[in-house]
């Protein structure tokens, strides 16, 4: 059984399948693509690109999800599983004191710039940042203390921040967590084609490049409702140290 069950709980349109890389290059880890997709497809009846090939591909049952894979077995002494936070929907979250639990966040803003393009009007809860918010609430009150990671923070120094959450989640830093090969890898979930062709043809972290243009003024009213809990989550996150400044 794996000593580490990490649990990456993200919003979309971040770079939370970088980081899966990130962690498929470990030589203890083993890594699970957003297994409860499926799960919230059927429930949420959500219209999402490759819908039909998802729920086919996938187990929908998300309690036997939760059984058999987040909690289930695996080769290697670390199990990182990359999810998207809104997949919890209708799951008993008890599992979450079985697992280590982390919180990747990204600005509001630049998700829905990206997210747009495949949802044309996305919500709160399309942004996942609402549930990320309650879950890390949740998480302390049952005495975790779960690390929060914002994606400008780790493409402005990946090798530091890593190392910080490395050392909260009590593992050692591997320097080939830093880069990968181009393309997919066979952890690709089935919708990788519609999601991961920046990451495909990525070998390691971008450096960080705000997102450009101007929001739609049908999202600005949804940007408003997420940054209260954006803000919040902000003041837990791993820092990129400052210019100058030596990580410790």
Not at 89 to 95: I, M, N, V
Not at 116 to 140: H, K, M
Not at 170 to 182: D, Q
Request: aromatic residues 6%.
């Amino acid at each position: 059984m794996p000593s580490h069950r990490i649990c990456l709980w993200s919003g979309p349109r971040n770079i939370s399948t970088a980081l899966m890389y990130s962690f498929a290059q470990r030589s203890d880890t083993r890594v699970v693509d957003e297994p409860l997709y499926g799960h919230y497809l059927q429930v949420s009846g959500a219209e999402h690109p490759g819908r039909d090939e998802v729920l086919a591909a996938m187990e929908t049952d998300g309690e036997r999800v939760v059984s058999e894979v987040i909690l289930g077995p695996s080769d290697r002494s670390v199990l990182f599983m990359k999810h998207m936070a809104h997949h919890l929907r209708d799951l008993d979250r008890r599992f979450l004191t079985r697992t280590v639990n982390v919180l990747l966040i990204r600005h509001p803003r630049e998700v829905l710039m990206s997210l747009v393009n495949q949802i044309p009007e996305p919500t709160l809860a399309d942004t996942g940042i609402g549930v990320q918010s309650q879950l890390y609430r949740e998480l302390r009150d049952v005495g975790q203390d779960p690390p929060v990671v914002d994606s400008r923070e780790l493409l402005l120094a990946p090798r530091q921040v890593l190392a910080s959450l490395l050392r909260r989640l009590e593992l050692p830093f591997e320097e080939a967590m830093l880069e990968w090969p181009a393309g997919g890898r066979p952890e690709d979930g089935v919708w990788a084609p519609h999601w991961y062709a920046n990451v495909h043809r990525s070998t390691g972290f971008s450096p960080y490049r705000p997102k450009g243009g101007v929001l739609p003024q049908h999202l600005v009213a949804v940007l408003e409702e997420c940054m209260p809990h954006y803000d919040d989550l902000y003041r837990a996150v791993i820092r990129a140290p400052k210019e100058g400044q030596v990580d410790q």
